[in-house]
T-cell receptor, first 114, second 112 residues
Framework: DVKVTQSSRYLVKRTGEKVFLECVQDMDHENMFWYRQDPGLGLRLIYFSYDVKMKEKGDIPEGYSVSREKKERFSLILESASTNQTSMYLC?????????????FGNGTRLTVT | LAKTTQPISMDSYEGQEVNITCSHNNIATNDYITWYQQFPSQGPRFIIQGYKTKVTNEVASLFIPADRKSSTLSLPRVSLSDTAVYYCLVGDGPTNAGKSTFGDGTTLTVKP
């Protein structure tokens, strides 16, 4: 069974702090994604990566960066946290080259920035 | 990337069959249709995926008409535990599906 593990379920950070959200998958997936989920806005893609050290911007990359040094790990970085980044953050992974595999999600990190 | 439209919410009762329809008028030839289920405080979970006609698994059925401009997720004999948000996603593989906007999905409430 595929497992996507996000390092924290809940985080509380102060405005201006640098925040790291970590995601690890155990299925050798090429693709990894970071989303944020807000009421009324659905899931919005922040960044994704299709290979080690590769990244592409999603719909809302401003204020975020990512790091993928190893295939199994994808980190989301908030360089200087702001209150409007309070949200549920979801990581997902998938294979790239098989025909119809689904996305596999972690259980999310609820981040509060005060 | 194809945009999808779903009803915001639906109510049902235990034991009933529930059908949730998703519109995707600009679906591309290579796109697949995938449905996910999300419970509170959890990530979305894959339910079913199809390309055309009908697909059935142990959880649900997916009906796709010939023009593929819409699809219907069918949940047989729902129970209270099927109360969740259901998302329809369209893409030509996991990379493009992952880049699609999930939107608000359909909140299904199953009542006793």
């Amino acid at each position: 069974d595929v497992k996507v593990t996000q390092s924290s379920r809940y985080l509380v950070k102060r405005t201006g702090e640098k925040v790291f959200l970590e995601c690890v998958q155990d299925m050798d997936h090429e693709n990894m994604f970071w989303y944020r989920q807000d009421p009324g806005l659905g899931l919005r893609l922040i960044y994704f990566s299709y290979d080690v050290k590769m990244k592409e911007k999603g719909d809302i990359p401003e204020g975020y960066s990512v790091s993928r040094e190893k295939k199994e790990r994808f980190s989301l970085i908030l360089e200087s946290a702001s209150t409007n980044q309070t949200s549920m953050y979801l990581c997902a992974s998938s294979f790239a080259d098989t025909l119809r595999p689904p996305l596999h999600f972690g259980n999310g990190t609820r981040l509060t920035v005060t | 990337l194809a945009k999808t439209t779903q009803p915001i919410s639906m109510d049902s009762y235990e034991g009933q069959e529930v059908n949730i329809t998703c519109s995707h008028n600009n679906i591309a030839t290579n796109d697949y249709i995938t449905w996910y289920q999300q419970f509170p405080s959890q990530g979305p979970r894959f339910i079913i995926q199809g390309y055309k006609t009908k697909v059935t698994n142990e959880v649900a059925s997916l009906f796709i008409p010939a023009d593929r401009k819409s699809s219907t997720l069918s949940l047989p004999r729902v129970s209270l535990s099927d109360t969740a948000v259901y998302y329809c996603l369209v893409g030509d593989g996991p990379t493009n599906a992952g880049k699609s906007t999930f939107g608000d999905g359909t909140t299904l409430t199953v009542k006793p």
